[in-house]
């Protein structure tokens, strides 16, 4: 799943991004919520929420934070605080070979 969120990361990604505590901040600067908000690097993150709501607002914006599969004490500690789900993501991955074969009907690819 990391190697899904690294390519993520990589072809649509943040203005900048920082460190605060163990989270990783990303400044969006417009480019939309993930980019802007802050996700767990490391297991000192749910001690550092603080840390990363200060980043944020050095960098101008609201404090968002992404919880990933797995994060539930993560995310029982941002409930602590106030904080809510604001829109739930799903990823979907398949290999290429299905697209490249025949696309689903709902779906458009470019030559």
Same mark, same amino acid.
């Given at each position: 799943?990391? #190697? +899904?969120?690294? #390519? $993520?990361?990589?072809?649509?990604?943040?203005?900048?991004?920082?460190?605060?505590?163990?989270? +990783? !901040?990303?400044?969006?600067?417009?480019?939309? *919520?993930?980019?802007?908000?802050?996700?767990?690097?490391? /297991?000192?993150?749910?001690?550092? $929420?603080?840390?990363?709501? =200060? =980043?944020?607002?050095? %960098?101008?914006? /609201?404090? %968002?934070?992404?919880?990933?599969?797995?994060? !539930?004490?993560?995310?029982? #500690? %941002?409930? *602590?605080?106030?904080?809510? &789900?604001?829109?739930?993501?799903?990823?979907?991955? &398949?290999?290429?070979?299905?697209? &490249?074969?025949?696309?689903?009907?709902?779906?458009?690819?470019? /030559?």
């Amino acid at each position: 799943m990391n #190697a +899904l969120f690294d #390519a $993520i990361d990589q072809t649509w990604p943040a203005a900048s991004t920082r460190t605060a505590g163990g989270w +990783l !901040v990303r400044e969006g600067k417009g480019g939309g *919520r993930r980019v802007s908000c802050a996700s767990a690097a490391d /297991p000192s993150a749910l001690d550092s $929420i603080a840390e990363a709501e =200060a =980043a944020h607002a050095d %960098l101008g914006q /609201p404090p %968002l934070f992404q919880v990933r599969k797995g994060e !539930v004490e993560i995310d029982a #500690a %941002l409930a *602590r605080r106030g904080y809510g &789900a604001a829109e739930r993501v799903t990823l979907f991955a &398949a290999p290429v070979s299905i697209l &490249a074969d025949r696309p689903p009907a709902r779906m458009t690819t470019v /030559p």
